[in-house]
C-alpha cells in the first residue's frame, strides 16, 4: 500500500461514507474529537468533558489540502466535500480559508454541519459563507429546552443563536437546510414545536430536515420519535420540511486499499453498522464481516446493539 492509499484512512479525512442526505460525503475532520460548544443528550460520540466557544487553529491548513489532493487522485466517488466529524467544525478558525482554498483545487461542492452556536459571530458567518452548502441545528428554541437538551457552555444563548441564523441566511448565497434533532419528551411538545416553527419562518431555510435519535445516544433517557410522531410534526411545519430517510444503497467502487485499516478508520470515527461499511467502501458485506470479527478477537472495537441494529464502535 503506498502513501497515497493510506492518507484515506488517516489525519483528519474520512470516507466517503454514505449519507442519509449528502450521498458519498467526504468528511474532514477539523476538531479533536468531541471539542464542542454543547454536549447534547443525543450525540453518537459520548459526552463532551468540557465544553468550549474559544476559535483556534487545531490544525495545519497545508496538510487537510494534501491529504485531499491524495484522496482526490484516488477518483472515489465524492457527492460532498463536508466539514463534519468529532467535534464542532466553526471552533477551528481556518474554517473559511479552508473551504476557499478546496474550491480552488476541485468543483466538488463544500458542505458544513455546524450546530449553530457561534453563528452569531461575523467572524463565523464570513467563514461559513465560503461553503455551497449549510447544515444547520436547530434543536431548541428556548434557553429552558436548550439547556436540556444541547446542554451548551454557559455563555451560550438560544435566541442569540437564532438571530445568528436570521442573519446568516441573509447573507449566505449557498443553500441552507435547517436540520432539528428532536428528542422524545424533551424537545417535541407541540409549544415547544410551536415555538420552533415561528423561529423557522424567521430564518427561511430551503428545507427543514427532522431527524431523531438513530445511533447509540450520549445518554441513554435520549429516546427516538416513531415515524408517525415524526410525520405529525413535518406536517405542523409545512412542504419544505421532510423526515431525513435512511441512506439508500448506490455503487461505489472499491476501494484500491488496506480494507482492514479503512474498516477501523471508519469504526474510529463514528458508531457504523455492517450497511454502512458495506456501502461506503463498496465492498460485500461478508467480506466486511471477516474484518470486523478479526477487530473483535483484537479487542479493537465492540459491539452495541441499538434499536435492533448492531453499530461497531471502538474500545
Known sequence: MNPQQKST??????????SRRLGFSLGIDIIPCKTCTFNCIYCQLGPTEKT?????????????????KSILASRQRIDYITFSGSGEPTLNSILGKLIREIKKITAIPVAVLTNSSLISRKSVREALNAADLVVPSL??????VFLLVNRPHSSLKAQKIIQGLIDFRKEFQGALWLEVMLVKGINDSPSHIQKLMEAIAKIKPEKVQLNTVIRPPAEKFARPLNLKELERIKNMIGTNCEIIADFEAKAQTPLSKDLGEAIFSMIRRRPVSLFDISASLGRNPNEILKYLNSLLKENKIKQILHKGVTYYEPK
Open 9 to 18: 484512512t488517516r489525519g483528519n479525512i474520512y470516507g466517503p461514507v454514505p
Open 52 to 68: 468550549t466557544i474559544q476559535r483556534r487553529s487545531y490544525y495545519s491548513c497545508s496538510e487537510i489540502l494534501s491529504q485531499l
Open 139 to 144: 434543536d431548541a428554541a428556548t434557553q429552558n
